[in-house]
T-cell receptor, first 108, second 114 residues
């Protein structure tokens, strides 16, 4: 199979930094995505990594290590509106596989 | 652009009935994806098309499910006959080649089969 693992839930405080990890099987890897999904809404694209390293986009950054089958999404200066599920997804050639998602709660 | 359009937004039907979900991708996008999302199984890729041609339908759960894309601006996902376990939110998404594969999701169709 092409299992993708993420923590189920995380909690953080407004203004803090949180790191959401994602591990995946490396065979056939073509790229990794992070999506944000608020309750009752559709997923929205956050980032895409295909090479090793850190991609920064405003308050959000995403890191990839292809040899380790590991990625993380870093959220800085957390805001209440960041409370959502964060989905890691991997492109395995002709197949896109989504992880179970991490539900992040941001507390005041 | 209006984004990806899906209809209906909500569908309640009885077991055994036929259900047809509709999707209009973003104009100019050459890939279209159908996903299903449930609490138990998360977001699952059912099938996707490239230039209206089905590329991978290995995620379609069984023969009761079928999908078509007769032209670049329209796709359907049909379930016949429907069963209670098909209850889920069905998303359609589209993207275009050379866009880093960023997928734009529609608002989804919440299907309830009683």
């Amino acid at each position: 199979g092409q299992n993708i693992d993420q923590p189920t839930e995380m909690t953080a405080t407004e203004g803090a930094i949180v790191q959401i990890n994602c591990t995946y099987q490396t065979s056939g890897f073509n790229g990794l995505f992070w999506y944000q999904q608020h309750a009752g809404e559709a997923p929205t694209f956050l980032s895409y990594n295909v090479l090793d390293g850190l991609e920064e986009k405003g308050r959000f950054s995403s890191f990839l290590s292809r040899s380790k089958g590991y990625s993380y999404l870093l959220l800085k200066e957390l805001q209440m509106k960041d409370s959502a599920s964060y989905l890691c997804a991997v492109n395995y050639g002709q197949n896109f596989v989504f992880g179970p998602g991490t539900r992040l709660s941001v507390l005041p | 652009d209006a984004g990806v359009i899906q209809s209906p937004r909500h569908e309640v039907t009885e077991m055994g009935q036929e259900v047809t979900l509709r999707c209009k991708p973003i104009s100019g996008h050459d890939y279209l994806f159908w996903y299903r999302q449930t609490m138990m199984r998360g977001l699952e890729l059912l099938i996707y098309f490239n230039n209206n041609v089905p590329i991978d339908d290995s995620g379609m759960p069984e023969d009761r499910f079928s999908a078509k894309m007769p032209n670049a601006s329209f796709s359907t996902l049909k379930i016949q006959p429907s069963e209670p376990r098909d209850s889920a939110v069905y998303f359609c998404a589209s993207t275009q080649t050379d866009s880093s594969y960023e997928q734009y999701f529609g608002p989804g169709t919440r299907l309830t089969v009683t």
